[in-house]
């Protein structure tokens, strides 16, 4: 961790610099050793430092010019020096940015200068503002994947003298190790958002969720989210990273998306085809684990859940009968009978009246071929 105000102050060599402050040298040894020291002293680098980030500088190359110092006394002055020159230009231009928005007036400490500055700078940075931020979103996170409304992350933002862009807020977020889901650096707007945990080591900049594992993921949310179920129980989720094969540094990213969508109640979309690729006992098992998460054993499941499961299935391209089936076994023989007597319909009528009308809107969801005709008879 590194803080502007904790270093011995060491005097610009230019002139008439009113009001910058000061290049400070580090008061404990740079973990960057000597390539940070370089930027420090060396006249020529100096020249590319914008004026008011120039502690911002040196700390930035000494992190991207760290591992060229062990080559200093094998490569030639020359290849060296280009090395180093195309380093020192690339953290100028990183740090430029902040150097431009605090030259406006904006505060040094505030979010949006500090939003202007690269995320690995940002990662080991102590700021007030910043420290204010995390205790926040710590706060939403308290229970892990939280999805929240723009409203309630723009005060917090605010606070710390942000201003209203949004993909900026997802800068500093990243800088903190917070995840957004949809991130609004690709173009996504959204009035609500999921906050998770970025793995350690995350690259940085913006990522879409695991492509290939969507479909599956778009598959399920409506299901739970109309059974009203704020998380996939642990059965169907390990049944959907198995299914879906989501490297692991991607699971906290789609936990969230699927939180989002569940949030949104967000509609299936076209998932037909790419879910038609796994064969039929994968999709029969998909469908299985979905029913068991949002069905109780004996007892009859709403309207609404089984017309979502009806959608569901038939997205899998499974026949009505196989949910009918399923949903039998689920529910069981005694699942009708009432022991106060009421004149309540036992769940076997619910489904006899509910499933034919979702039976047949979706019984051509998928071209049935020989094999899922054999594996149905089967099933």
């Not at 793995?199 to 913006?206: I, M, Q, R």
């Amino acid at each position: 961790m590194w803080r502007a105000d904790a270093h011995d102050t060491l005097p610009l060599p230019r002139r008439g610099a009113a009001r910058v402050p000061p290049v400070r040298r580090p008061s404990v040894p740079s973990p960057s050793g000597d390539a940070e020291a370089l930027a420090r002293t060396d006249p020529l680098l100096r020249y590319l430092v914008p004026r008011g980030a120039e502690e911002e500088f040196c700390v930035l190359f000494g992190m991207r010019a760290r591992g060229l110092d062990e080559e200093w006394g094998r490569l030639s002055g020359w290849t060296l020096s280009r090395r180093l020159w195309a380093v020192a230009e690339s953290c100028a231009g990183g740090v430029r940015p902040y150097a431009s928005e605090v030259a406006r007036g904006t505060p040094r400490g505030s979010l949006e200068a500090l939003s202007r500055l690269p995320v690995e700078l940002l990662r080991g940075m102590e700021a007030p503002a910043l420290g204010a931020l995390r205790a926040r979103l710590d706060g939403f996170r308290a229970e892990g994947t939280a999805v929240i409304g723009w409203p309630e992350l723009w005060e917090a933002w605010w606070e710390g003298g942000g201003q209203g862009s949004p993909w900026r807020v997802a800068v500093v977020l990243e800088a903190l190790g917070v995840g957004m889901e949809p991130d609004p650096r690709l173009g996504r707007g959204s009035t609500e958002v999921a906050l998770f945990a970025l793995a350690e080591g995350a690259s940085p900049g913006p990522e879409v969720p695991h492509r290939a594992s969507r479909p599956l993921f778009a598959l399920v949310a409506p299901v739970l989210a109309a059974a009203g179920l704020a998380d996939p129980p642990l059965p169907l989720w390990v049944t959907m990273v198995a299914l879906s094969g989501i490297p692991t540094w991607d699971i906290p990213r789609m936990e969230a998306h699927l939180a989002y969508r569940m949030a949104t109640r967000m509609r299936a979309g076209p998932v037909r085809a790419p879910l038609g690729d796994m064969g039929w006992e994968d999709r029969h098992r998909l469908g299985l684990a979905l029913l068991e998460a949002v069905c109780d054993p004996g007892a009859a499941p709403a309207e609404r859940v089984l017309a979502a499961l009806g959608g569901a299935y038939g997205l899998l391209g499974l026949h009505p009968r196989v949910l009918r089936r399923d949903l039998r076994a689920r529910l069981g023989p005694e699942a009708g009978d009432d022991p106060k007597g009421s004149d309540r319909s036992p769940p076997h009528a619910t489904l006899d009246c509910a499933l034919p009308a979702v039976g047949q809107a979706t019984v051509h969801a998928r071209p049935s071929t020989p094999t899922d005709h054999i594996a149905e008879r089967n099933a």
